[in-house]
């Protein structure tokens, strides 16, 4: 890998640019130690209209991310900067992340508990038995406030 600061700071803007509107960029970096996020590529990610940024590494500027409004997931927190230690090597290329396979049109739903992955081909699937679920558990939750004891509750609907 190049050391020299050029090389290193020109690699991770050429990515930015290349984040399509409307996306969530994932990325995987086989790193540990260092920040692949930080406020200027957030901001940018923002001005492009990115909608997120998942990435398996550090992140660095989080108090100014979370100001941008920009979703950012990411293993750890560090000031440690990628200039002249690390690169990017592709884009749009299929990736692993804790032991999960993800590729280009996959759909990402996440929040502050966590991540997961739906493949493209079968989100209608899974849309419509996430949608089941949350039907379900309006009931169960509509029940419980209304006084239903939860294990009567969990008896009728079978969901707790």
Request: hydrophobic share 35%; aromatic share 6%; charged share 25%.
């Amino acid at each position: 890998m190049p050391d020299d600061g050029h090389t290193t700071l020109m690699e991770p803007p050429k990515m930015l640019s290349r984040a399509p509107a409307g996306s969530v960029v994932i990325c995987q970096p086989n790193d540990d130690t260092l920040a692949h996020m930080g406020e200027l590529s957030a901001e940018t990610f923002v001005y492009k209209g990115v909608r997120g940024y998942l990435c398996d590494g550090g992140c660095r500027d989080t108090v100014r991310i979370l100001e941008t409004g920009l979703r950012v997931w990411f293993r750890y927190h560090t000031p440690r900067d990628v200039v002249g230690r690390w690169v990017p090597d592709g884009f749009g290329e299929p990736i692993v992340i804790g032991g999960v396979s993800i590729r280009t049109g996959d759909y990402l739903m996440a929040d502050r508990d966590g991540a997961l992955v739906i493949p493209q081909e079968i989100i209608a699937e899974v849309t419509d038995k996430v949608e089941e679920v949350l039907r379900t558990e309006n009931k169960v939750r509509t029940a419980i406030l209304q006084g239903v004891d939860p294990v009567e509750a969990y008896l009728k609907h079978r969901k707790f």
